[in-house]
């Protein structure tokens, strides 16, 4: 039975729109993508020193379980030449489960909800306007009272449908 997941996307090297777009037609073999924000051009976190990245949200029924999703997401990062050499560093492309229905995960590999889910703006912002009302299911809180109650400073713009 599909289940509805919501992924992130970003890039902040080379075409970023371009790798976003590039991810978003490879994720279509993962699952249907039912909808996907705007694209947002957003301040790094962390690591300062680098691009600024552009972001978008994705809402996806897929029938993979969540640690085969996540082997997809990783494959397409792979196929569009993401290196890992960085902690929180520039990359071509990255994919982050943000919610897998209303499951919650915690291994070594893999964290449902995505443990900065509901610190980001740049990952909140993109998922209100697709999902405003998905609700966290550890803090039970919809995306847009996250969102509402957020601190992050950091800029998030759009840049475009």
Same mark, same amino acid.
């Given at each position: 039975?599909?289940?509805?997941?919501?992924?992130?996307?970003?890039?902040? @090297?080379?075409?970023?729109?371009?790798?976003?777009?590039?991810?978003?037609?490879l994720l279509c073999r993962a699952g249907?993508?039912?909808?996907?924000?705007?694209?947002?051009?957003?301040?790094?976190?962390?690591?300062?020193?680098?691009?600024?990245?552009?972001?978008?949200?994705?809402?996806?029924?897929?029938?993979?379980?969540?640690?085969?999703?996540?082997?997809?997401?990783?494959?397409?990062?792979?196929?569009?030449?993401?290196?890992?050499?960085?902690?929180?560093?520039?990359?071509?492309?990255?994919?982050? @489960?943000?919610?897998?229905?209303?499951?919650? @995960?915690?291994?070594?590999?893999?964290? @449902?909800?995505?443990?900065?889910?509901?610190?980001?703006?740049f990952v909140l912002i993109p998922l209100?306007?697709?999902?405003?009302?998905?609700?966290?299911?550890?803090?039970?809180?919809?995306?847009?009272q996250l969102l509402h109650e957020l601190?992050?400073?950091?800029?998030?713009?759009?840049?475009?449908?």
């Amino acid at each position: 039975m599909p289940i509805t997941a919501y992924i992130g996307l970003g890039s902040n @090297i080379g075409d970023k729109r371009g790798n976003c777009l590039q991810a978003l037609e490879l994720l279509c073999r993962a699952g249907r993508v039912k909808r996907v924000s705007s694209y947002y051009c957003t301040e790094p976190v962390g690591n300062r020193d680098q691009e600024d990245f552009v972001n978008a949200a994705v809402e996806l029924e897929t029938g993979l379980s969540p640690v085969q999703l996540l082997t997809a997401c990783r494959a397409i990062e792979d196929a569009l030449g993401r290196r890992r050499s960085v902690h929180w560093g520039p990359r071509t492309i990255d994919l982050d @489960i943000l919610l897998y229905g209303d499951q919650v @995960i915690e291994s070594t590999n893999l964290t @449902i909800p995505h443990p900065f889910l509901t610190s980001r703006g740049f990952v909140l912002i993109p998922l209100c306007e697709i999902a405003p009302q998905v609700v966290h299911p550890i803090v039970k809180k919809t995306a847009a009272q996250l969102l509402h109650e957020l601190k992050d400073p950091h800029r998030v713009v759009v840049c475009g449908p």
